[in-house]
DNA sequence: CGAAGGTGATGCCGAATTGGCATCACTATA
DNA sequence: TATAGTGATGCCAATTCGGCATCACCTTCG
């Protein structure tokens, strides 16, 4: 993809002399003076100083020279890493999750990425936002589904995708034909929520002061699937993102109601990687499968 | 200097379209194609997915672009640098150097220099070795000559030379006939000794024990000049490095006899800039003067 | 469902560039 | 003075690039 004037440039820097650099790549020496004479015309300057026994570099030579190295040394890593990708046959991904992507989302993302790529396998964790969050700061986890809102400096976000919060409920709930409904609203109807609700940890409990609005929880869960049945069995309502409940609202099994609070409903979901260290090959291809998904998909 | 593939990727990566792209850069798109397709054959995968609407970076595609985008990026800081190199009308670089540089080798460096960059200034502090690393350390200075045994962590050596010490002394002086002399044969001779030797701070203290040699001075200066006349006209001979007397050895005036301590024989003298700071242009290139006239001398 | 407008890809060919051979002029060395 | 090195140039064939015209496919709109 690169000119041969760059290992030009490079080799007769090395040889001190364009024969002797011709020589070493099996070029006439005629091409290779060519060649720096155009560019000595491009760059308007001299790179070369000839001498009788060969040429010396410029103060402009060394510079361009430079360049070259550098960029040749960047492509013998980009080829290292596109036969990387491209005979990608192994690899281990440690994926750190909100349980509730686990419905729906992350399985796609995947069933996809596994197609292209079999030979890579996985460790999943489901975890709360913040666990998640602290996982791939501490390098416990390549991969991270998580909120972004507030992060960890050991980690950035690679893809995000907003994902407000909203109420969750059977279709034939007392709220279920608004538009929209606030906490207050919520108030005086049993609630299903996180497992960190009950240390108030969670992340309603962060942003909605629930000393005012007393919301009465009648099932505290970690696992996404219990909520969902607590929710269809109508022993509550779950304020929660749209996210593990996509197949259930389009379904019309359960209906996703918007928050009118702004700072709720300002929330996004992200594919979030470490700050610091390297992103190996097999994990950046997967965010990229998990970016690519975010756009097909919905969470609003 | 580099082939039109380059910024083809770029382009067709930023536009999502190989004929939206080829019409922003006024070329035909089949042009445009051909050498994706080509880029494709030699990495032996796809750089782009061809979707009905457009193309879309592959995995592959997105380290490609991401090493043209680097390669065109630092393509345009090296015609700037080259620009500044070719049309260098001004700069100013602060020098900060040891006095016995200012004899014969600076002032030859200076001189070729100028007559090349007419229109760079210059400010230049002589001071003790110390002194001029911490110029440099602090960024009071640009450039520093100094010896460079014991440096600073915030200057870094750009160019050396090997500059032992030996005695300096009249021809007519009983050691000058030796081979090389040892510290110890200097005691009971006058000596001519540099200003950092009144503090005892001097290289010559920190190397040698002189409180169990004791060397008996009647000349202290930080004046090279004085050194000199005080050392031509017998007061004394001078434990120094050839630097500031290359002239005078050469005419016969003086003589240099090595050392036989290793430790002061293996000193050298060196150009040093920052660590930290980018060194700019003018000075740079001074720096290579610096080293191109390292290789033209001898101070062994 | 057909027309219109978009896309990438290809055949063909001229234009431009690259590279090879032969040779020149210059310099240093034996 | 002859020899052997150097960079540079004339000439020309080989190769690559780019433009034009066209094809096949897909999406959108009336």
Chains 1, 2 share one sequence.
Not at 118 to 131: I, M
Request: proline share 4%; hydrophobic share 40%; with cysteine.
């Amino acid at each position: 993809m690169h000119h041969p004037l760059l290992r030009y440039i490079d080799e007769v820097a090395r040889q001190g002399s364009i024969r002797k650099a011709a020589k070493v790549m099996n070029v006439a020496s005629s091409a290779v003076n060519r060649q720096i004479l155009k560019a000595e015309a491009e760059f308007d300057t001299r790179l070369f100083d000839r001498l009788p026994e060969g040429v010396e570099l410029t103060a402009a030579g060394r510079v361009v020279v430079e360049h070259c190295r550098r960029t040749l040394y960047d492509y013998r890593n980009l080829r290292a890493a596109i036969d990387d990708i491209r005979d990608l046959r192994t690899g281990h991904i440690q994926l750190s999750t909100l349980d509730s992507t686990t419905f729906g989302f992350l399985p796609q993302v995947m069933e996809d990425f596994s197609n292209e790529y079999p030979g890579v396998s996985f460790t999943v964790a489901t975890a709360g936002p913040d666990e998640t969050i602290e996982a791939v700061a501490k390098g416990i986890a390549h991969v991270g589904l998580s909120f972004t809102r507030d992060l960890h400096p050991d980690v950035r976000v690679v893809a995000e995708k907003p994902s407000p919060f909203g109420v969750i409920m059977r279709p034939d709930h007392p709220l279920a034909d608004r538009h929209y409904v606030t906490v207050e609203d919520c108030v005086g109807f049993p609630l299903v929520r996180t497992m960190d609700a009950r240390g108030k940890t969670s992340i309603i409990d962060q942003e909605i002061d629930t000393a005012v609005l007393p919301l009465s929880t009648i099932f505290y869960t970690n696992a996404h699937i219990m909520a969902k049945h607590a929710i269809k069995a109508g022993r509550g309502i779950g304020i929660y993102t749209k996210v593990g409940f996509l197949s259930d609202i389009k379904s019309g099994e359960l209906r996703f109601v918007p928050l009118a609070e702004r700072i709720l409903s300002e929330y996004k979901i992200g594919a979030i990687v470490s700050a610091h260290k390297n992103v190996e090959t097999s994990a950046h291809l997967f965010v990229n499968a998990i970016e690519r998904h975010f756009r097909k998909v919905d969470f609003t």
